[in-house]
């Protein structure tokens, strides 16, 4: 079973930056589409970026232009970089790797946009 580890959270001012890495462990993690969400205290999860096996991106609108997802299967890691940082982009944000019946979340990390 794949596990999920994400780190490169932390605090940061508006309009800075921060990349998140989320490393897998166990085996077909090329297969998976991986995903990040977050969700913000009183608010419900939702998809921040997902990358396909064959590297198709889909990104929420409010992310679009300023955040990239990206894979490195040589690796095992998925990463989000975050440019143009705003206060509401505060969240914890997760990681998540999907193969049909198979979805693993990691435990997250706080990302923390101060204005």
């Known amino acids: 079973q794949v596990q999920l580890v994400e780190s490169g959270g932390g605090l940061v001012q508006s309009g800075g930056s921060l990349r998140l890495s989320c490393a897998a462990s166990?085996?077909?993690?090329?297969?998976?589409?991986m995903g990040w969400y977050r969700q913000a205290p009183g608010k419900q999860r939702e998809l921040v970026a997902a990358i396909t096996r064959g590297g198709n991106t889909n990104y929420a609108d409010s992310v679009k232009g300023r955040f990239t997802i990206s894979r490195d299967n040589a690796k095992n890691t998925v990463y989000l970089q975050m440019n143009s940082l705003k206060p509401e982009d505060t969240a914890v944000y997760s990681c998540?790797?999907?193969?049909?019946?198979?979805?693993?979340w990691g435990q997250g990390t706080q990302v923390t946009v101060s204005s």
């Open positions: 166990g085996s077909l993690f090329s297969d998976y589409t």
């Open positions: 998540n790797a999907n193969l049909g019946i198979i979805n693993r």
